[in-house]
């Protein structure tokens, strides 16, 4: 083969349908679904969820917005959702296949460990036989961490304590769930359960939620879902599970929180172990896979893309990484940037973001001004949400007024995202938005509120 690629996921099925249509012999090794954990327990299955629980959400407060709804008239049925959850899932997973196949990419099931290097190329073993390639991508992704913490074995095999495969096949909404983790898988199940009848509690070791969010933004995000019922135990660590029980420590001192069922999404680490990686001697950082920006890694003829190379562990991230890796196999000129990748939490209200926060910009001794306006300034967000309270902020370098980030929180943020993350990738200035014409009302409107703050 001209290339091999282990692991397909959205890493390696991006190469492998690039490189497929580029006219290489291409083959992608997968040991469990096609699609990876985006498609199969990542993105796909929880945004469907959470489509579900927004209509259920908007269902129980349509009389906000004139629409009478007897008492008791609407219900969830948390079997049907699971079974559409499925339908999509296999829809594009098929989707997927057809476009290996349109780009006559072999898929072979099975483990792939990487086995020598020799003049010819590089081997990988798949199931007892050995191929060939002349170029390699490890897209082997990641995987949940799991800490040693007592009781953890116990739970999992119980299914007490749940990572995101199993919680989002849960067939029966659970009456409790303590959530351990306050990041995005965390926060977007705690809003799931929330919105369907669950007692959710998070339980996070920060002194905030949502990882390195825009402070007021994880704020706003945390009133928000206290208002709506979930308890947060912030700089709170879980510390033993036992039946229908977590123990958590603050400060010293232990309490034991009642559950039904708990779910451990306290981050992911690349997938490398036992995979002839270490003994190519590829190099390695915490676990993570070392890439240079055109995704090479230090070992000629191997590549490697998406979570294996921590960082940001994002599908969008993988799949550009991919490209990158596919072009610079082809030896057509490419460059992995990391400057504006937007990221988004999709919780009720949607939560988006893209390059420097005010933090980040004071770390990095970046002289910035900043505009910071209420979503309530654009006239669709209005409209269509009563009582919001979401908040937009821009960043702009001082001296070139150049956008370096922005933060939103409201409705549509992980769409309305992409117009800024377009701007800070092509490092727009202030004077060159203020000339963008955005369509009347929308969400995005607010984007250019917020610049017009700004001096040219
Ligand atoms: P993966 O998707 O992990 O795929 C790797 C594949 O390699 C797997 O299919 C695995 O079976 C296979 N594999 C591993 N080892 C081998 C081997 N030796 N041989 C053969 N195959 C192997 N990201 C977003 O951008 N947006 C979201 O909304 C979002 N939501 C998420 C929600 C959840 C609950 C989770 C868990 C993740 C979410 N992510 C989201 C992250 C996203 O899923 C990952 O960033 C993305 O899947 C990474 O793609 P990848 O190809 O690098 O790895």
């Given at each position: 083969?001209?290339?091999?690629?282990?692991?397909?996921?959205?890493?390696?099925?991006?190469?492998?349908?690039?490189?497929?249509?580029?006219?290489?012999?291409?083959?992608?090794?997968?040991?469990?679904?096609?699609?990876?954990?985006?498609?199969?327990?990542?993105?796909?299955?929880?945004?469907?969820?959470?489509?579900?629980?927004?209509?259920?959400?908007?269902?129980?407060?349509?009389?906000?917005?004139?629409?009478?709804?007897?008492?008791?008239?609407?219900?969830?049925?948390?079997?049907?959702?699971?079974?559409?959850?499925?339908?999509?899932?296999?829809?594009?997973?098929?989707?997927?296949?057809?476009?290996?196949?349109?780009?006559?990419?072999?898929?072979?099931?099975?483990?792939?460990?990487?086995?020598?290097?020799?003049?010819?190329?590089?081997?990988?073993?798949?199931?007892?036989?050995?191929?060939?390639?002349?170029?390699?991508?490890?897209?082997?992704?990641?995987?949940?961490?799991?800490?040693?913490?007592?009781?953890?074995?116990?739970?999992?095999?119980?299914?007490?304590?749940?990572?995101?495969?199993?919680?989002?096949?849960?067939?029966?909404?659970?009456?409790?769930?303590?959530v351990v983790g306050g990041g995005?898988?965390g926060?977007?199940?705690?809003?799931?359960?929330?919105?369907?009848?669950?007692?959710?509690i998070v339980v996070e070791m920060l002194d905030r939620i949502a990882g390195?969010?825009?402070k007021?933004?994880s704020d706003?995000?945390m009133?928000?879902y206290e208002?709506?019922?979930v308890t947060f135990c912030l700089e709170t660590k879980?510390?033993?599970?036992?039946?229908?029980?977590?123990?958590i420590e603050k400060d010293?001192?232990?309490?034991?929180?009642?559950?039904?069922?708990?779910?451990?999404?306290?981050?992911?680490?690349?997938?490398?172990?036992?995979?002839?990686?270490?003994?190519?001697?590829?190099?390695?950082?915490?676990?993570?896979?070392?890439?240079?920006?055109?995704?090479?890694?230090?070992?000629?003829?191997?590549?490697?893309?998406?979570?294996?190379?921590?960082?940001?562990?994002?599908?969008?991230?993988?799949?550009?990484?991919?490209?990158?890796?596919?072009?610079?196999?082809?030896?057509?000129?490419?460059?992995?940037?990391?400057?504006?990748?937007?990221?988004?939490?999709?919780?009720?209200?949607?939560?988006?973001?893209?390059?420097?926060?005010?933090?980040?910009?004071?770390?990095?001794?970046?002289?910035?001004?900043?505009?910071?306006?209420?979503?309530?300034?654009?006239?669709?967000?209005?409209?269509?949400?009563?009582?919001?309270?979401?908040?937009?902020?821009?960043?702009?370098?001082?001296?070139?007024?150049?956008?370096?980030?922005?933060?939103?929180?409201?409705?549509?943020?992980?769409?309305?995202?992409?117009?800024?993350?377009?701007?800070?990738?092509?490092?727009?200035?202030?004077?060159?938005?203020?000339?963008?014409?955005?369509?009347?009302?929308?969400?995005?409107?607010?984007?250019?509120?917020?610049?017009?703050?700004?001096?040219?």
């Amino acid at each position: 083969f001209d290339l091999i690629i282990l692991g397909g996921g959205p890493a390696g099925y991006m190469a492998a349908e690039r490189a497929g249509h580029a006219g290489r012999r291409v083959m992608l090794v997968e040991k469990n679904q096609l699609g990876g954990v985006c498609l199969n327990e990542g993105c796909i299955p929880s945004k469907t969820l959470l489509k579900s629980a927004k209509v259920y959400d908007d269902a129980l407060m349509s009389s906000k917005y004139g629409i009478m709804v007897e008492p008791g008239a609407v219900s969830y049925d948390q079997a049907t959702v699971i079974n559409r959850k499925n339908k999509v899932v296999k829809i594009l997973v098929a989707g997927i296949r057809s476009a290996l196949k349109a780009g006559n990419v072999e898929v072979v099931a099975g483990s792939g460990a990487i086995a020598r290097k020799s003049g010819d190329g590089i081997s990988v073993e798949v199931n007892g036989d050995l191929f060939l390639a002349k170029a390699i991508i490890i897209a082997t992704g990641s995987m949940p961490i799991l800490p040693p913490i007592e009781g953890l074995e116990q739970g999992l095999t119980d299914g007490f304590v749940l990572t995101n495969k199993e919680i989002l096949d849960l067939k029966k909404i659970p009456e409790t769930l303590v959530v351990v983790g306050g990041g995005v898988i965390g926060l977007e199940m705690a809003s799931y359960f929330n919105s369907v009848g669950t007692k959710v509690i998070v339980v996070e070791m920060l002194d905030r939620i949502a990882g390195s969010t825009d402070k007021d933004i994880s704020d706003i995000l945390m009133k928000v879902y206290e208002k709506k019922g979930v308890t947060f135990c912030l700089e709170t660590k879980a510390v033993k599970f036992s039946a229908g029980k977590v123990k958590i420590e603050k400060d010293g001192e232990t309490t034991d929180l009642k559950a039904e069922k708990v779910l451990l999404s306290i981050g992911r680490h690349p997938v490398t172990d036992g995979l002839g990686f270490s003994e190519l001697g590829i190099e390695m950082n915490r676990g993570a896979i070392v890439t240079d920006a055109q995704m090479r890694t230090n070992i000629p003829g191997v590549y490697a893309a998406g979570d294996v190379t921590g960082g940001m562990m994002l599908a969008h991230k993988a799949y550009r990484e991919a490209e990158v890796a596919v072009n610079t196999i082809l030896d057509i000129e490419d460059v992995m940037k990391y400057d504006a990748i937007p990221a988004a939490i999709y919780t009720n209200p949607e939560v988006g973001a893209v390059g420097e926060t005010e933090e980040t910009a004071t770390q990095k001794g970046i002289d910035f001004e900043i505009a910071n306006v209420s979503m309530r300034f654009s006239g669709r967000y209005v409209a269509e949400n009563e009582g919001g309270n979401g908040i937009c902020k821009v960043l702009i370098k001082k001296n070139t007024r150049k956008i370096i980030g922005c933060h939103l929180i409201g409705s549509y943020a992980s769409e309305v995202i992409t117009t800024a993350a377009a701007f800070v990738e092509k490092e727009l200035t202030v004077r060159e938005i203020k000339k963008i014409i955005f369509p009347h009302p929308s969400v995005s409107e607010i984007i250019r509120e917020a610049i017009f703050q700004f001096e040219d």
